[in-house]
């Protein structure tokens, strides 16, 4: 199920944010960022609609996805 970020708590996205770059541990090239920065676009990309937040009914859990991949 697509969660709409827009229906979720400011903290409860940032929490979501957070929990996704840390479990990924994403490579943003040779400079470091910040969480801050790393959180700031990703949401940029979830607002653009590039990217979606998924509830998984049978892993009972969030994850944070391409829309294109998911959605085919």
């Known amino acids: 199920m697509i969660i709409p970020y827009q229906t979720l708590s400011t903290e409860t996205l940032d929490n979501i944010l957070e929990s996704f ?19 700031s676009r990703l949401l940029k990309l979830i607002q653009s609609e590039e990217a979606i937040i998924v509830w998984s ?8 996805k391409d829309r294109k991949s998911f959605l085919g």
């Not at 960022?33 to 790393?38: I, R, T």
């Not at 009914?57 to 944070?64: G, N, P, R, T, Y």
């Open 21 to 39: 770059i840390l479990r990924e541990g994403t490579d943003y090239g040779e400079i470091e960022l910040s969480m801050e920065e790393k959180k």
């Open 57 to 64: 009914e049978l892993h009972q859990s969030l994850d944070i």
